[in-house]
């Protein structure tokens, strides 16, 4: 059975920062490409880092680079995305994705609030 599960969201004062984590089963992990993506509500869902199967290239939404860090390790099939500075805009629903070719597979997503 293929599963994305993350964990890590929770309740962050402004200027804080949090480690979400994506664990991936039933699947050939170091196939996939990685992607972390949020909604807030009332808003599209959109691309927060996306990072390449081999874990050698990555990119970032304009808004969260500099202050957002992707990285992924095949063999503990697990994909990170480390959040400092985060700020009220940041709050969201948290999803990973999992795409390869035309297979597109997304977890149950971890809230983040940033507030004060």
């Known amino acids: 059975q293929v599963q994305l599960v993350e964990s890590g969201g929770g309740l962050v004062q402004p200027g804080g920062s949090l480690r979400l984590s994506c664990a991936a089963s039933g699947l050939s992990f170091s196939f996939y490409r990685m992607s972390w993506y949020r909604q807030a509500p009332g808003k599209e869902r959109e691309l927060v880092a996306s990072?390449?199967?081999?874990?050698?290239?990555?990119n970032y939404g304009d808004s969260v680079k500099g202050r957002f860090t992707i990285s992924k390790d095949n063999g503990r099939k697990t994909v990170w995305l480390q959040m400092n500075s985060l700020r009220p805009e940041d709050t969201a629903l948290y999803y990973c994705?999992?795409?390869?070719?035309?297979?597109?597979?997304w977890g149950q997503g971890t809230q983040v609030t940033v507030s004060s």
């Open positions: 990072i390449a199967a081999s874990g050698g290239s990555t």
């Open positions: 994705n999992a795409r390869l070719e035309h297979r597109d597979l």
